[in-house]
């Protein structure tokens, strides 16, 4: 069992679901273009040295949104078995 498997179950049991690591993903991946783009800017105006700082931030964020996707495939996965409880999802 994987990193983000564990992780994938440690959060079915607290009642996340696939959604919401989306929604956490689209945010992170929206961030990263941010960070890139500040990171184009701040290297244009002061140099690529002091670019590497927004640059790490993107980096960080788009390593995140990755995991973030990774944990709700696998999430979704869960969700798709059928309950081993006995009781029916049909109501």
Do not use: C, N
């Not at 992170?28 to 931030?57: C, E, M, N, Q, R």
């Not at 993107?58 to 973030?68: D, E, T, V």
């Amino acid at each position: 069992m994987g990193w983000h498997d564990t992780l994938a179950a440690r959060s079915a049991e607290q009642g996340k679901t696939s959604a919401d690591f989306r929604a956490g993903a689209r945010r992170k991946a929206k961030a990263t273009i941010l960070f890139l783009f500040l990171a184009g800017v701040v290297s244009y105006l002061a140099g690529w040295p002091w670019a590497l700082l927004p640059g790490a931030l993107a980096a960080w964020s788009a390593f995140q949104s990755r995991s973030a996707l990774m944990i709700a495939s696998r999430l979704e996965a869960m969700e798709a078995q059928p309950s081993s409880d006995g009781e029916s999802d049909v109501r």
